[in-house]
């Protein structure tokens, strides 16, 4: 259980409270070693430090600091890129036993809770003040605040209300030194040099683990409607989006195909309309039936939409978002090869074309299913492997032809990682996104937080 680990600090953790160990079987302890990535290294055997508190979170990392310990920090372990991975003779220190709402502050509408309180359990507080949280994905259910700002988490709605980063106003974080950083505590304005709140968002738990978050409420939007719309060509998508921006208040627009949609539907989502078009988006916006429908017939009309399908109630808005938030989850047993890209928005249709013949030319014997955020430029494209292929000899192409889709993204000055962060999959990529000089800082920056460099090691980039 022990295997690897420095003995300075398994003799430290001795002046440990009893139950700051995590006692699980082999199982659930191999489980806290792993996230949603699909990542299959040697099975972490422990130990799970789980802290009740920040001064837990302190002793720990400095106790880490002082000996050379590696520390991986895990929250809910939904990330898809392998940044909550750990492996033997590395500690992995799970939040979970920090998952209170701390307070609400009425006038500031502001919402203070510990690190494993999960997406949807803030939601669901902030509509009980009567206010809203905006951030949201399929994952809501087990993905916790604390790795959502740790890798600036998006989702759905990011169109109208942007990441995760919009809505930390104060950030509670333990530097690897053991250092108990404030920042920013709920101000609105606060014009006082680097706002280092904003360098630990999206850090992927390598500068600091994030113990308390003060988030941003709004105003909850009028009541939603769904419309699902198909599609002759991959062409007509920007252009939908286009047209029903600028006539309805959108706050989703959602891009899937036909092969996407046949996975959800296996897995028990119900077809939206009898025809079968190659492509399908899916936009909610503030209810206005009316309006809707006449932007749907311009656009039949335009040739650009087939086929269609409006939310008539709640339940209904409900089924028609299960087509594409069930995506993911229908995939998951082929352990597929996954890609999270984006392109300026108005580069959308160029980089479709592109990638496309990369794709058709590269990967012509593979099933890629393409999905996304598409009204924020932001593709999911996944790869499932063939049968009768070892799962490394398809890995190893997925990674030969992900390195020419790096070169067709830094042609478009895109990103290789939209909202999925670079954890340890997408480390051998970051070069075609972020200029060398830049990757420098980010190491020096890195050794101001963390100079013995325990925190997440090999994350990010190599350490
Ligand atoms: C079905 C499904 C759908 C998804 N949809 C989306 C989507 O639409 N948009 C999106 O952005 N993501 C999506 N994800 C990915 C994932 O849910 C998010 O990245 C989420 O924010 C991860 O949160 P987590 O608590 O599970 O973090 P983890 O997976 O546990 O960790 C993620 C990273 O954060 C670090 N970390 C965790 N907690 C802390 C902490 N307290 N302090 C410092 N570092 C920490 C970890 O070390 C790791 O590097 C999806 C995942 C699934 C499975």
């Known amino acids: 259980m022990i295997r690897g ?57 400095s106790l880490a600091t002082r000996t050379g310990t590696r520390i991986v920090p895990v929250g809910g372990r939904t990330g898809l ?10 500690v992995v220190l799970s939040l979970h036993r920090m998952n209170r709402i701390l307070s609400f502050d009425e006038v500031g509408r502001l919402l203070t809770v510990q690190p494993a309180v999960t ?16 951030v949201d994905f399929a994952s809501r ?15 759905i709605k990011v169109l109208r209300y942007g990441l995760t980063r919009n809505w930390v106003a104060g950030l ?40 308390e978050a003060t988030l941003q409420l709004t105003d909850p939007p009028r009541q939603q ?20 921006r600028r006539g309805l208040m959108l706050s989703a627009f959602e891009f899937f195909s036909s092969i996407a949609l046949r996975h959800v539907l296996a897995a028990g989502a119900r077809k939206p309309f009898d ?100 009204g924020d430029g932001n593709l999911h494209v996944s790869v499932l492997p063939p049968p009768g292929w070892s799962r490394e000899a398809f890995e190893e192409e997925c990674e030969r032809v992900t390195h020419k889709l790096g070169e067709l993204l830094a042609e478009f000055g895109g990103s290789i990682s939209a909202e999925h962060g670079i954890g340890l999959l997408k480390r051998p990529y970051l070069h075609y996104t972020r200029s060398s000089a830049e990757v420098e800082l980010m190491r020096q920056m890195k050794r101001v937080f963390d100079p013995a460099g325990i925190l997440n090691p090999g994350k990010l980039f190599a350490s």
């Open 275 to 374: 025809s079968d078009p190659p492509y399908y988006v899916l936009a909610e916006f503030d209810e206005d039936e009316a309006k809707a429908e006449s932007l749907f017939e311009a656009c039949v009309s335009q040739g650009l939409v087939c086929d269609g399908v409006l939310s008539q109630s709640g339940g209904q808005a409900a089924a028609l978002w299960r087509l594409r938030e069930g995506i993911t989850e229908s995939l998951a047993q082929y352990r597929p090869y996954k890609n999270d890209i984006a392109v300026r928005v108005g580069d959308v249709p160029a980089f479709l074309e592109r990638i496309n013949i990369l794709f058709e030319r590269e990967y012509p014997r593979f099933e890629v299913v393409w999905f996304g955020h598409i």
């Open 172 to 211: 509670k974080v333990v530097t690897a030194t053991g250092q108990l950083l404030d920042l920013n505590r709920g101000l609105v304005k606060n014009a006082t040099g680097y706002d280092l709140r904003h360098l630990f968002i999206g850090s992927e738990g390598t500068l600091g683990v994030i113990v």
């Open 119 to 134: 997406t949807q359990a803030i939601q669901e507080a902030a509509k009980e003040h009567g206010y809203f949280y905006p």
């Open 81 to 90: 890129s392998g940044g909550a991975a750990a492996e033997p003779g590395e």
């Open 141 to 155: 259910g087990s993905s916790q605040i604390g790795g959502n700002i740790a890798t600036n988490a998006g989702g």
């Open 225 to 244: 409607q769904v419309m699902v719309l198909g599609l002759e060509s991959l062409d007509a998508i920007v252009e939908v989006f286009s047209s029903l």
């Open 5 to 61: 680990l420095p003995e300075a600090f398994l003799r430290g953790l001795e002046d440990f409270p009893e139950d700051a160990l995590f006692e699980g079987n082999a199982d659930e302890v191999a489980a806290l070693g792993r996230d949603a990535s699909g990542r299959r290294g040697e099975a972490f055997v422990g130990p799970v430090v789980a802290p009740r508190d920040a001064e837990g979170v302190a002793a720990l990392l």
